[in-house]
């Protein structure tokens, strides 16, 4: 990843370039950085969530930057949609794990998010926000739903950049990472810690 790097996408190298390559086009006469490398698919150890998937998008500094400048605005907008238009693409694309070994045994029989595409965003120096996909999610309600994800992603980033600026001591906020999950009944995203997705998903 670069420093100006607005958005880092990293993809497996087996996954069709039709599925994600349009999104450069999107960004071609943009002041938005986005960065597409191809990772080696090989053989993953633990359970589901802690995995890397097909497909994950780094949303970075430059990007929280340009929706707190108004003259980003408009290439922030454009950035949401390809975002969108990356997420209900690839969501219904069915992706299996390659587990390491004996590792098979830790595989979640609970686990129901997509193991095609997650966001990762870079809330501070000491905290990313981990999205995962409900496989239930389809066509109208995932377009709403990642509108309502991309808000409560700002809001978030504007809170814990209020609240523990990055210039100030980071041990105001431990190093961690929390996690965003579909709720289904609700049609709202669920915020949980890594020790809550362990417990969800852990088996029986």
Not at 12 to 21: I, R, S
Not at 64 to 76: I, P
Not at 83 to 109: C, E, F, H, M, R
Not at 130 to 145: Q, R, S, T, Y
Request: aromatic share 10%; hydrophobic share 35%.
């Amino acid at each position: 990843m670069d420093n100006k790097d607005a958005i880092f996408v990293l993809v497996n190298d087996n996954y069709p370039k039709d599925c994600y390559n349009f999104i450069e086009d999107d960004f071609k006469n943009s002041p938005l950085n986005v960065n597409i490398q191809r990772r080696e698919n090989g053989a993953m150890a633990g359970i589901e969530w802690a995995l890397p998937t097909a497909i994950v998008v780094y949303l970075l500094k430059p990007f929280f930057e340009a929706f707190l400048k108004e003259a980003g605005k408009d290439a922030y907008q454009k950035a949401k949609g390809a975002i969108k238009k990356l997420v209900s693409k690839n969501l219904p694309v069915k992706t299996n794990i390659l587990y390491a070994g004996k590792t098979i045994d830790k595989q979640s029989k609970k686990y129901d998010q997509s193991l095609t595409i997650s966001i990762k965003a870079a809330l501070h120096s000491n905290l990313t926000l981990v999205v995962l996909f409900n496989n239930e999610l389809v066509n109208e309600d995932c377009d709403l739903m990642t509108d309502g994800l991309l808000e409560s992603i700002e809001n978030m980033y504007k809170y814990v950049q209020q609240e523990f600026p990055d210039k100030d001591d980071n041990d105001k906020l431990s190093q961690n990472q929390l996690y965003l999950i579909a709720n289904m009944e609700s049609g709202t995203w669920d915020i949980l810690t890594q020790q809550q997705m362990t417990e969800k998903y852990r088996n029986s």
